[in-house]
């Protein structure tokens, strides 16, 4: 079983800056997918950006440019710089994992965080 638990969170104006972080505990597997996801209220749930065990990352159009998903495997966190935030940004982030390091932005993955409220103001 592994645990996410998301940080960093929280109120920013339009064109600030937030990093998330998203800690992972539990088993360690050495072949993974990790993924950021959004959900604004009254829509879809959106996969915008993935990292898995080589490095291979991959992000929705709605963030490329602006976001950057990275990760310290030696703290076992994964993080989500956002820079340029517009207000459709603002949405829950949640951080996905899964041990199947194929797994894309499409893909369900298997555990996930309890999310983090990002609100961003114009």
């Known amino acids: 079983q592994v645990q996410l638990v998301e940080s960093g969170g929280g109120s920013v104006q339009s064109g600030g800056s937030l990093r998330l972080s998203c800690g992972a505990y539990g088993h360690a597997y050495s072949d993974y997918s990790m993924a950021w996801f959004r959900q604004a209220p009254g829509k879809e749930r959106e996969g915008i950006a993935r990292?898995?065990?080589?490095?291979?990352?991959n992000y929705a159009d709605s963030v490329k440019g602006r976001f950057t998903i990275s990760q310290d495997n030696a703290k076992n966190t994964l993080y989500l710089q956002m820079n340029s935030l517009k207000p459709e940004d603002t949405a829950i982030y949640y951080c996905?994992?899964?041990?199947?390091?194929?797994?894309?932005?499409?893909?369900?993955?298997?555990?996930w965080g309890q999310g983090t409220q990002v609100t961003v103001s114009s």
């Open positions: 990292i898995n065990n080589g490095g291979h990352t």
């Open positions: 996905a994992a899964d041990h199947r390091w194929w797994l894309q932005l499409h893909d369900e993955f298997s555990y």
